[in-house]
Each structure stands twice: as C-alpha cells, then as structure tokens.
C-alpha cells in the first residue's frame, strides 16, 4: 500500500525556476526520504531527512519535515533540464526497514 | 564501487511459467531488500533481508513468491506460474545496516513482462 501522496503528480516548469513538491503520509516516521526516478527504472537516492530534522540541504536541494502535519516538501533552486524525472518521497517507520514510497510527482524542466 | 546490479533486465514469460530474478547488492552490505513498482506507481516493499534471514517477508503478495539469500549476499526472488498481474518492474536495494545506514541503494530494476 502507498502510504503518502505527493502533491502535485505533475509540474511543468521554465529552466531556471524553482521546483516544489510536496509529500503527505499517514504513520509515525523515523526518517523520510526523497529519491529521483529516470523512466521508470532505478531510483537514485537524494536525501534523508530524520525525525528531529526540519531542514536539511544538499546543494540545490532543500528538504523540510513537519511531523506534527506528517508532510515534507523538497525544492530544487534553479532547475535544470536534466533534472526531469519522477521525484517519490519514501517513509522509513523504524530505521533501516522498509520504505513505504509516496506516488510520485512527475518533473519536467523545459528549456 | 560497483552498485546494486540485477538481472536480467527484462524478462518475457508467458502465462503459468516459473521466473528468478537476481539481485547482487553491494559489496559488504548486510541489508537486501526488493520492491515491486506497477507503472505509474511508486515501488511497493515485498521483503526484506538482514544477512541471510528474512526479516520482513510482509509485502509478497501470495505464496507463488518467494526469495533466497542463502550466503547473505545474493538473492533470487522466485515467482511460480506467473499471472499477468505480475508484469511489473522488480527493484532491489541493499544497505549497510552495520553502519546505521538507513540510505537504501537501488539497482536498475528487471521488468517483467508476462503475456
């Protein structure tokens, strides 16, 4: 079963933007993160967030966790075309355990 | 290093036959696990192993799936007489457990294809 939804399922951006989508689940949470997916093949892990987090940043990514509403949201600055792909946020319940993944929300960066 | 490989990289079968999907995890990782993704969906857990154990077997649908890790490092997930349902891509990840890694590490997937 899907345990959160991501919101939206598609966006359609101008290179150069910013990018934000936004990740709902359902059970407490060890940590959350957030993988990309190029057509529909291996995921490519980007960030983990904990549970005492709220803000985390990698390079032009930025992850915030509110647990009290059991949402994330990930922004990526200054978009790329190479950044198209399918982004998923996944829950992790007890650390290291299995990953119950969002439904995705499909990228596109136009040039 | 090398990563999560898994083959073959697709699969076609036909209706009632057998499948073993292989996944080689990375070098030294205690943790193996694998997923089903249907299209349009994000990956669903089948199973989970911790050495050569299955430490959460919750997520296989029925008992026509199975999976092996008999030395702790490969695994095979095996499917008996194949349903059109069960055309899907079949990830596996693995993790270095011993670390506290909780970062799961994907291979590229096998797509199964059952007409």
């Known amino acids: 079963s899907q345990q959160g939804e991501e919101d939206p399922q598609a966006l359609s951006i101008q290179e150069g933007e910013n990018a934000t989508m936004n990740c709902s689940y359902k059970?407490?949470?060890?940590?959350l993160q957030w993988y990309r997916q190029n057509s529909g093949r291996g995921l490519v892990h980007l960030i983990l967030?904990?549970?005492?987090?709220r803000e985390k940043h990698s390079g032009r990514l930025r992850v915030t966790l509110d647990t009290s509403k059991k949402s994330s949201s990930l922004l990526i600055t200054a978009s790329r075309a190479a950044d198209t792909a399918s982004y998923f946020c996944?829950?992790?319940?007890?650390?290291?355990?299995?990953?119950?993944f969002g439904t995705g929300t499909q990228l596109k960066v136009e040039l | 290093g090398a990563g999560v490989s898994q083959t073959p990289s697709n699969k076609v079968t036909e209706k009632g036959k057998y499948v073993e999907l292989r996944c080689d995890p990375i070098?030294?990782?205690?943790?193996l696990y694998w997923y089903r993704q249907s299209l349009g969906q994000g990956p669903e857990f089948l199973i989970y192993?911790?050495?050569?154990?299955?430490?959460?077997d919750s997520g296989l649908p029925n008992d026509r799936f199975f999976a092996v890790r008999p030395e702790g490092s490969v695994s095979t997930l095996k499917i008996q007489r194949t349903e059109r349902g069960d055309s899907a891509v079949y990830l596996c990840?693995?993790?270095?457990?011993?670390?506290?890694?909780?970062?799961?590490?994907f291979g590229p997937g096998t797509r199964l294809l059952v007409l």
């Open positions: 990840a693995s993790s270095d457990r011993r670390a506290g890694g909780e970062t799961q590490y």
């Open positions: 059970t407490s949470i060890n940590n």
């Open positions: 967030i904990r549970s005492n987090e």
């Open positions: 996944a829950t992790d319940p007890r650390g290291g355990n299995k990953l119950t």
């Open positions: 070098s030294g990782h205690t943790a």
């Open positions: 192993f911790q050495g050569t154990g299955a430490a959460d």
